[in-house]
């Protein structure tokens, strides 16, 4: 059921009576958003219960999935396959930081990418907001994120280091931009998921290869290709500017990532447009 | 009460035949209207064709309009257009209030959730608050009538329960126009009834769009009604048993079913009335005679015949059993012609198929039976959704009344 009061169907959208002027667009989408607050809320809650409800681990799979990880790089630094250069605190600990950081795009993005197919019945047969599915999704990255938050802290005592904690919550706030790219993918992306069903294995791989060519799990410099590359990466100042100001209060990220940050809002907005205009269309396409 | 709820005017939807050109012009629409590029959605493009076609119509609080028509007419199609989950390629649709659907309730339940979990959930998204929820929760739960596995998971529910609840929570809604979609084929009978009360109570303050294949349900509930065929109204108004009948017109009488096992054979069958033989239909309260050339294995002695009426809702409504007419027929194992006199036929005007049964007389080996095997046509100035207009004499303090002509 629709909440909004005399509305007009026409081919070239819903027309609400008493909404008009310059942003129409803009102002529906941050309407619509609002009056779904309650929803995002609720179907944020319903994934995350039936994610963690039947498997016996429950949330420690957000720990272990990440320890295992960081314990392969580990090994194979330590038995030469793979030369980490030094960083300025305990590698085991950059590592977490860094894929606990990356999660918040991953496991998110992720989510985003399958939540419009997931509800594909309901939203042939029910009109309601469906960029509250894109944000309910989204949330999942940061509830990873905050799970995992868990393990820094333990990395933190265990290897006897402080992080810096003025930086520790500039570090919190600059994620931001790394989470609105991500909402902003997943809205393209649920799109796409919608018309090819094979993005969920497309974006698994793509996930990984960004991870593995940005300097996320392990710092990329000298002159090679890939750390000339990583100048245009926006993830790797995304990734390594909050980084640095957890661990260390300071970062030299700062003109890329300000750049990137630009980068972030403009596909939130796009993304969150386009879907905004396209769910119409893909509701008879799903 | 009594203002216009829903304003239709010429709205038209397209479709694609393939899944190539659905993509195709699906990135090309997807595209132009996030450049903001005015589309033509007037004329069809390869492989495309009108699902809905310029259909109006108005609905005012209070009116149930029923929409018919065959699988894939455009009911569907048009409901999802009136919920706005998708816009129309042409005309427009003026809504005042808030969408209601009864439409595949449950669609959102999550298996992995409790009942409960799942009736918020479900709440907030056609619409609810949670604090309407709270309050409406307990209703739900009387209506549901799932007692104590409100704590269980969804996915352990039965099929009925799982319906019961979808339609518990949608039924809370107070919605000013509510569409129906063939909900109430499941369930109990107990149930149904609560449904229909529920809807009658929505229907005092709502316009209800009900689509339905069930044409009993649709005489009941609909005040007007619009026949939909290949995306078209066929027919709009106010003359729902009309509408009913024309819905009918749209099937041709399926080959019948010859079945049994063979101990008797059935030759020929006709239709006789007034003296004349070899028709296909006659008027109300024409007389009838079905003749049946028949031969049955000599072993059966007494085999036992019946004859019937199915409707084009495949109902049977009408039956004559030698049997329940306590008529011993002897049989000799010869080609025998068996007669059947009806003086006077009572079914109400409209398309039937005969059926014809051969059985022993405990009615538990099927010689022969032949299914929907002829179509007999009733004649009549008058339409009605009850197959059988009894023939009966009226009387007013005991004083007979007299058929006038045409009233």
Known sequence: MNNRLNVTYTPRGPISAGIKGPFLVTKLMVLELLSAKELVWRLFVRDFKAKYRQSALGVTWAIVMPLVTVGMFIGMNRSGILNISDVDIPYPLYAIIGLTIWSVFTVGLSACASSLLIAGSMITKINFPKASLIFAASGQGIVEFIIRSALIMLAFLYFGVAPHLGGLFIGLICLIPLYLMMVGMGFILSLVAGVLRDIANFLNIALMGIMLLSPILYPITGDSLLARANIWNPFNYLVNLPRDFIVKGASDFLTGYIISAILSIIFFYVGWKLFYLAQTKIAERI | ?407
């Open chain 2, 1 to 407: 009460m009594g203002d216009l709820v829903i304003k239709a005017e010429g709205i038209s939807k397209k479709y694609c035949r393939t899944i190539k050109h659905t993509m195709l012009y699906g990135a090309t629409d997807l595209s132009k209207s996030f450049l903001g590029i005015n589309q033509n959605t007037n004329h069809l493009r390869n492989g495309e064709f009108w699902a809905v076609d310029n259909l109006s119509f108005e609905l005012k609080r209070g009116e149930c309009l029923g929409v018919i028509g065959p699988n894939g007419s455009g009911k569907s199609t048009l409901l999802k257009m009136i919920n706005g989950i998708f816009m129309p390629d042409r005309g427009k649709i003026e809504i005042n209030g808030r969408v209601g659907a009864l439409i595949e309730i449950g669609a959102g339940f999550h298996p992995m959730l409790t009942g409960r979990e799942n009736v918020y959930v479900n709440g907030s998204i056609l619409g609810l608050s949670k604090k309407e929820i709270d309050r409406k929760f307990d209703d739900i739960l009387d209506f549901a009538e799932i007692g104590e596995f409100i704590d269980a998971p969804v996915k352990h529910y039965s099929s009925g329960m799982h319906v019961r609840l979808g339609f518990a929570i949608a039924a809370q809604m107070e919605p000013d126009v509510m569409l129906i979609d063939e909900v109430l084929a499941v369930g109990d009978i107990g149930f149904r009834d609560k449904c229909f009360n529920a809807m009658a109570r929505i229907l005092k303050n709502a316009a209800v769009i009900f689509v339905s294949h069930a044409m009993p349900l649709v005489a009941r509930i609909s005040s007007r009604v619009c026949v939909m065929n290949h995306g078209n109204a066929v027919y709009q108004g106010r003359d729902v048993p009309k509408g009913i009948h024309n819905y009918y017109s749209n099937f041709e009488v399926a080959t019948g079913i010859i079945a049994g096992n063979g101990r008797a054979v059935i030759h020929n069958i006709d239709f006789e009335s007034k003296g004349e033989k070899g028709i296909e239909q006659l008027n109300y309260l024409d007389d009838l005679t079905v003749h049946l050339d028949l031969t049955v294995d000599p072993e059966v002695k007494y085999p036992s015949v019946a004859i019937g009426f199915i409707s084009q809702e495949l109902q049977t409504v009408a039956l004559c059993y030698s049997l329940f007419d306590k008529i011993r027929i002897h049989n000799a194992g010869e080609h025998m012609n068996l007669a059947l006199k009806l003086p006077e036929v009572c079914l109400s005007p409209g398309a039937y198929m005969l059926l014809v049964h051969i059985t022993d007389e405990r009615r538990v080996e099927v010689f022969a039976e032949h299914y929907a095997v002829k179509k007999l046509k009733i004649i009549g100035d008058f339409v009605t959704s009850a197959p059988v207009q009894l023939a009966g004499n009226w009387y007013i303090n005991k004083t007979m009344l007299h058929k006038t002509g045409d009233l």
